[in-house]
Nanobody, 125 residues
Framework: QVRLVESGGGLVQPGGSLTVSCAASGLTVSSGNMGWFRQAPGKEREFVAAIRWVTGLTYYADSVKGRFTISRDNAKNTVYLQMVNLKPEDTAVYSC??????????????????WGQGTQVTVSS
């Protein structure tokens, strides 16, 4: 049974930092991509970042480039999203995803078979 569990969300002031984690079990994550997506109230779920387990190559949405860093710990089957200089517009439920299959690219939420339950990140003063 595949399971993705996020943790680390919370309330942070603008300009602050936060790291969210995604622990994976039940799948061989080393063979594919892991992604982070977010969904704000009234908006569609959008791509944030992705990482290839084997090579460590990373990809980012333009809106977070330079502020967010995705990384992985192979031994723990865990992916992290470190967020700095957070802005109110970063407020959303952040979810990790795995099981990307063709023909979808890493930014397309339709291509991911497995999702976590999400963790709330709120940026507010």
């Amino acid at each position: 049974q595949v399971r993705l569990v996020e943790s680390g969300g919370g309330l942070v002031q603008p300009g602050g930092s936060l790291t969210v984690s995604c622990a994976a079990s039940g799948l061989t994550v080393s063979s594919g991509n892991m992604g982070w997506f977010r969904q704000a109230p009234g908006k569609e779920r959008e791509f944030v970042a992705a990482i290839r387990w084997v090579t460590g190559l990373t990809y980012y949405a333009d809106s977070v480039k330079g502020r967010f860093t995705i990384s992985r710990d192979n031994a723990k089957n865990t992916v992290y999203l470190q967020m700095v200089n957070l802005k109110p517009e970063d407020t959303a439920v952040y979810s990790c995803a795995a099981g990307l299959s063709p023909p979808y690219g890493y930014t397309d939420r339709r291509g991911y078979a497995y999702w976590g339950q999400g963790t709330q990140v709120t940026v507010s003063s």
